[in-house]
Antibody, heavy 119, light 112 residues
Framework: EVQLLESGGGLVQPGGSLRLSCAASGFTFGGYAMSWVRQAPGKGLEWVSGISNSGSSTYYGDSVKGRFTISRDNSKNTLYLQMNSLRAEDTAIYYC????????????WGQGTLVTVSS | DIVMTQSPLSLPVTPGESASISCRSGQSLLNSDGYNFLDWYLQKPGQSPQLLIYLGSNRASGVPDRFSGRGSGTDFTLKISRVEAEDVGVYYCMQVLQTPYTFGQGTKLEIK
């Protein structure tokens, strides 16, 4: 069974940093591109970042570019999101997502981890 | 970035009736190979999103044939035939032509 399990969320002050992790199982992790998608409380979905299967190519949404860094360790079947200079508007549930075809056709989502940015 | 616009934002439906959701993109999602780079997702209450339709009209594995996607270029429609209680939730379209990928605002389907 394909599974994605996020961790690392929590409460952080504005300007602070946090690193999210996503442990993947049930599929050949290194064969698939991955994304992070977030959802602010009571709001819609926002694609945050994506990374190629090898990790050589990365992509970011405008709202996080320059502050967030996506990476992966295929030997550990783990996806990461390093979040720096956090703002109140970054408060959201962060979902790890597996692309079925490149970054598209997201066919598996984690349960999400909540990040709260507040003083 | 490509702007995605869904309508309606709220959709009350009687069980057994059909429902349609419109999604429009700020630029054509049709690529040179003839594929429309648009996916549809459903987020049921309290759950993570799930894939319904990819490349505009292809049902994902396990999705009932009551769900169908159509359209091309900038105008797309998700149709749900014979709506059931389990179909409640928020439906999102997402353009996957170019990064950053962008979602529509979401359409909340509820049962009358």
């Amino acid at each position: 069974e394909v599974q994605l399990l996020e961790s690392g969320g929590g409460l952080v002050q504005p300007g602070g940093s946090l690193r999210l992790s996503c442990a993947a199982s049930g599929f050949t992790f290194g064969g698939y591109a991955m994304s992070w998608v977030r959802q602010a409380p009571g709001k819609g979905l926002e694609w945050v970042s994506g990374i190629s299967n090898s990790g050589s190519s990365t992509y970011y949404g405008d709202s996080v570019k320059g502050r967030f860094t996506i990476s992966r360790d295929n030997s550990k079947n783990t996806l990461y999101l390093q979040m720096n200079s956090l703002r109140a508007e970054d408060t959201a549930i962060y979902y790890c997502a597996k692309g079925g075809e490149w970054l598209r056709k997201i066919d598996c989502w984690g349960q999400g981890t909540l990040v709260t940015v507040s003083s | 970035d490509i702007v995605m616009t869904q309508s309606p934002l709220s959709l009350p439906v009687t069980p057994g009736e059909s429902a349609s959701i419109s999604c429009r993109s700020g630029q054509s999602l049709l690529n040179s190979d003839g594929y429309n780079f648009l996916d549809w997702y459903l987020q049921k209450p309290g759950q993570s999103p799930q894939l319904l339709i990819y490349l505009g009209s292809n049902r994902a594995s396990g999705v009932p044939d009551r769900f169908s996607g159509r359209g091309s270029g900038t105008d797309f429609t998700l149709k749900i035939s014979r709506v059931e209680a389990e179909d409640v939730g928020v439906y999102y379209c997402m353009q996957v032509l170019q990064t950053p990928y962008t979602f529509g605002q979401g359409t909340k389907l509820e049962i009358k």
